[in-house]
């Protein structure tokens, strides 16, 4: 069974919770994990003036760019995003809106979805960027899973780490953390995702 993870970042924050999501994932008997980019749309000379910025998005370019072909392999597609403006980022939209013949044709119904994010303050839109990442995996027909509150620490927390899923609080300029507690709680959900969709779909 297929899990992609499809994510953005800048400073390297969501970068880290989607590692967790795939290490999660991988865990699982029979998961086969992609971690996949979107395009970089800000020119070199804008990121390259951010020493944190530079350092972070050299990595991520190593990955490959997730395309249709990625999202139809996929028996899972859990989304991941820097929060900006309460909202996921403009490459990431860019991505999803780029997938209507698919939608067209119905092909992402029925495969397990997921969200995760990374804000700079509690309460700047760490959950309304994963309910608006949500939105267009609704409209894809995916069948959203979360993370339940048995999770230990997740009813407790105070820090990132929802119900709706995994996310981290960078602090103001974006450097802190994900603490272990948020990488434990990504991780457990990409085991989730996984599990959930080797019983919908592992056949082996
Ligand atoms: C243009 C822009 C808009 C942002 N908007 C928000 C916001 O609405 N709320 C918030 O808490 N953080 C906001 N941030 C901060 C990022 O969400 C935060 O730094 C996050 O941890 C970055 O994730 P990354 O390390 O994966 O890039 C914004 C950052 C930028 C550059």
């Known amino acids: ?44 000379e804008i990121i ?4 944190r910025w530079k350092a972070a998005v050299e990595e991520y370019k190593t990955l490959p760019l997730a395309g249709k072909d990625d999202l139809r392999w996929a028996h899972a597609i859990v989304l991941g995003s820097p929060t900006r403006f309460g909202n996921m980022t403009a490459p990431l939209k860019m ?17 397990v979805g997921g969200v995760f994010c990374s804000t700079s303050s509690m309460h700047g839109g760490n959950e309304t960027t994963l309910l608006a990442m949500m939105l267009p995996l609704f409209h894809h ?16 927390t105070g820090r990132g780490g929802t119900p709706y899923g995994p ?38």
Do not use: C, H
Not at 141 to 156: F, Q, S, W
């Open 1 to 44: 069974m297929n899990v992609l993870i499809i994510f953005d970042t800048r400073y390297g924050n969501t970068m880290k919770l989607a590692k967790a999501v795939a290490e999660g994932a991988s865990g699982v008997k029979n998961a086969y994990v992609r971690l996949m980019r979107v395009e970089i749309i800000e020119p070199e």
């Open 48 to 51: 390259n003036k951010n020493d």
């Open 95 to 111: 991505f999803i809106d780029r997938t209507s013949s698919l939608w067209l044709n119905g092909e992402l119904e029925g495969k």
């Open 141 to 156: 027909g995916l069948i959203i899973a979360g993370l339940p509150y048995t999770t230990p620490g997740l009813a407790t």
């Open 167 to 204: 996310t981290s609080v960078s602090g103001p300029m974006s450097d802190q953390g994900p603490t272990g507690e948020e990488l434990s709680f990504a991780r457990s959900f990409g085991y989730r995702i996984a599990t959930i969709a080797g019983k919908l779909f592992d056949r082996g």
